[in-house]
């Protein structure tokens, strides 16, 4: 198992029994986003407006970059609190590493009771420009919320949270599940139940709400008990 359990600085609670930190591939990110990096760098130099800055461009984007985006990821941290999915990235070096240039730390966390899906996207094709593309090797989890989605200049999904090279993702994603699941238990309740509507009936069919129920038990947000519940509830009401 590639977590750890601790108390949790990055919470501001040192007592906090619930909090748990997750690892990283680090050597394997800092690869892969470098060589992704680097090959969108060598497009830079068809601008002919490059070439007056070339110097500098050279200087940070393939001298520096390696090191860039190693105090980016090794600054980056993700972890489960009794709030949500805690993801920060602490202070480092960006650009021509001058003081002035400084990334400041930036840490989001995303409710539980806002989740509506947490899922694995495991690597497969490549990544980059036509000309130099690179292979796709670290796994992703993807956390959507309902106010999450469109898609980007590149036509990509847009997610709440993306969580790139954790040792051990699917247990991340179990995790969350669980957290969830817990999270509804003490009575806040989710976005998961209100994605999934289970009220008699809703103006639903039959076959769409049973797909609703099944979903719900795949992801193992409800006990085979309480979908033999739901089911009979279904068709009772048919």
Excluded at 49 to 59: A, R, S
Excluded at 162 to 169: Q, T, Y
Excluded at 197 to 204: A, N
Excluded at 208 to 228: A, C, N, S, V
Aim: some cysteine; hydrophobic content about 30%.
């Amino acid at each position: 198992m590639s977590k750890t359990y601790r108390n949790d600085p990055l919470n501001n609670d040192d007592s906090d029994p619930e909090t748990q930190t997750y690892e990283f591939n680090r050597a394997d990110v800092i690869k892969f986003e470098t060589e992704l990096a680097r090959a969108y760098s060598w497009l830079m130099f068809i601008h002919p407006l490059t070439w007056i800055c070339c110097p500098c461009v050279c200087y940070q984007n393939f001298v520096l970059l390696e090191q860039n985006t190693s105090d980016r990821v090794n600054a980056t941290q993700v972890s489960l609190t009794r709030d949500g999915i805690r993801y920060v990235v602490d202070r480092h070096k960006k650009g021509c590493r001058m003081d002035c240039e400084d990334q400041g730390k930036v840490s989001k966390t995303v409710s539980y009771r806002k989740i509506t899906d947490c899922d694995v996207t495991e690597p497969a094709g490549k990544s980059g420009p036509c000309c130099c593309m690179v292979k796709n090797t670290l796994s992703r989890v993807n956390v959507d919320t309902a106010s999450s989605g469109g898609t980007d200049a590149q036509g990509n999904r847009i997610y709440e949270l993306s969580i790139v090279g954790l040792k051990d993702p699917v247990a991340f994603k179990k995790d969350v599940w669980e957290r969830i699941r817990e999270d509804g238990g003490r009575g806040g309740g989710t976005a998961v139940a209100a994605a999934y509507p289970m009220e008699r009936g809703g103006g639903k069919g039959v076959v769409e709400r049973m797909e609703e129920i099944q979903t719900l038990k795949d992801k193992g947000l409800i006990t085979e008990k309480e979908f033999q519940e739901k089911r009979g509830a279904i068709l009772n009401d048919a």
